[in-house]
């Protein structure tokens, strides 16, 4: 059965996601250390996680593969997801795949790496905005569409 997985702790576009798939009838899932509350709607499912790093992250990367779609910004747990085989979306609307996700990875290391060696160099990035709801929105419509096929 294709799934939705939503690493759901620090999700912006829970709401996006579900419209998404009440809309095309799919199976969403919440994946979270706590804190997420319960959703009403029959397709959407609640998962929480032992406290602690990469919980949620491990969960995800282990029930997911070939025709699900997972929505998360963490990069690393892309990277494992799209080698299990399932389709990834950012909160922005960025799709990772196997043609970028080396690229992605390395650019997070290299930043990681940069902030750590200079305190000064901390944040960044441009806020959330309504654009990147609504990129979300077709790009989640549209790789889920695809995975169904």
Do not use: W
Not at 44 to 51: D, F, H, M, W
Not at 96 to 119: K, Y
Not at 128 to 146: G, M, P, W
């Amino acid at each position: 059965m294709q799934t939705i997985y939503i690493d759901a702790d620090a999700c912006p576009v829970k709401i996006e996601a579900e419209r998404v798939a009440t809309r095309l009838g799919v199976r969403m899932v919440l994946v979270s250390n706590g804190g997420i509350r319960p959703s009403d709607n029959p397709l959407v499912e609640s998962v929480y996680v032992a406290s602690g790093p990469d919980e949620a992250d491990k969960y995800i990367a282990e029930a997911c593969g070939p025709g699900d779609v997972v929505v998360t910004g963490d990069i690393p747990l892309a990277a494992k997801c799209v080698a299990a085989g399932a389709k990834v979306v950012k909160h922005n609307g960025e799709e990772l795949h196997e043609r970028n996700i080396g690229n992605v990875l390395a650019t997070r290391d290299l930043m990681q790496d940069l902030r750590s060696a200079d305190p000064f160099r901390q944040g960044g990035g441009r806020p959330f905005s309504k654009t990147d709801r609504s990129r979300f929105s077709e790009v989640l419509d549209r790789l889920v569409r695809q995975a169904k096929r």
